[in-house]
């Protein structure tokens, strides 16, 4: 079974210590605590107008984490040359406006593959992987492939503000068909954008998804349970999630290499 990963989001952490220019809570300590509770990476936003996470952020979780570090970024000469200097294990570059209030789509790859093949060698050159934020589009996709990225992270927001049982349901297949599609051109494919408690199950039970980024849930959640029991129950979701599609391969198939631990909950 492939396994499927939690990337945590601190901004949302960091945005309330912005909110009265103190110097808590501590983005930084709130990413050790989550590694503690099972969180497999740690993802961060420096923003070009520095909303919530400041530079400081990104060189402490830098020297300090437990796991890795996913710095998400504009692809603009100043934050590559951070990155550059920095060298977090990866990198995923994120479209960016000042007046969103967060991330409102994909990356536009096919508008700048000049530019945006320069960057991935740049930071490819200084050790990190980099990741494209991207609607699941096959065009958009290809030219990911095309610009040297080996990660694509696909925009799930769409799927996530949808209501009509129909439209959630068309969302998603085409998140899988995008992911499958990506998969098949060898990219490795992470997902993430608006996934909360309610609606991650049909994500993480994509099995060519190999991790989840998810953060205003947790931090939100995290309120009321405490942020070690807010991770822990949004991992426990997306293994459950992720362990329940291959049962169900195992029930249709019929599968003894699939079934062999445990037949009698296979089938």
Known sequence: MN?????????????????????????????LDAEMAGADSITLHLREDRRHIQDEDVLRIAQVRQTKVNLEMAATEEMVQIACAVQPEDICLVPEKREELTTEGGLDVLGQKEWLTKVCARLAEAGCR??????????????????????IELHTGT?????????????????RHAAEYAHRLGLVVNAGHGLHYHNVQPIAAIKVIEELNI???????????????????????????????????????QSEDCCSTDKSSCC
């Open 3 to 31: 396994p499927i990963f939690l990337g945590l989001n601190i901004d949302h952490v960091a945005t309330l210590r912005q909110a009265r220019g103190t110097r808590y809570p501590d983005p930084i300590k709130a990413a």
């Open 130 to 151: 980099v990741s494209l934020f991207i609607d699941p589009d096959e065009a958009q996709i290809e030219a990911a492939k095309e610009v040297g990225a080996p990660v």
């Open 159 to 175: 799927y996530a503000e949808l209501e009509k049982p129909a439209e959630v349901a068309a969302e998603l297949e085409r998140i």
């Open 215 to 253: 953060g205003h849930a947790i931090i939100a959640q995290a309120i009321y349970s405490g942020l070690p029991e807010a991770v822990k129950e949004m991992k426990r979701l997306m293994v459950e999630a992720r362990q329940q599609a291959y049962l169900q391969d195992c029930c249709s198939t």
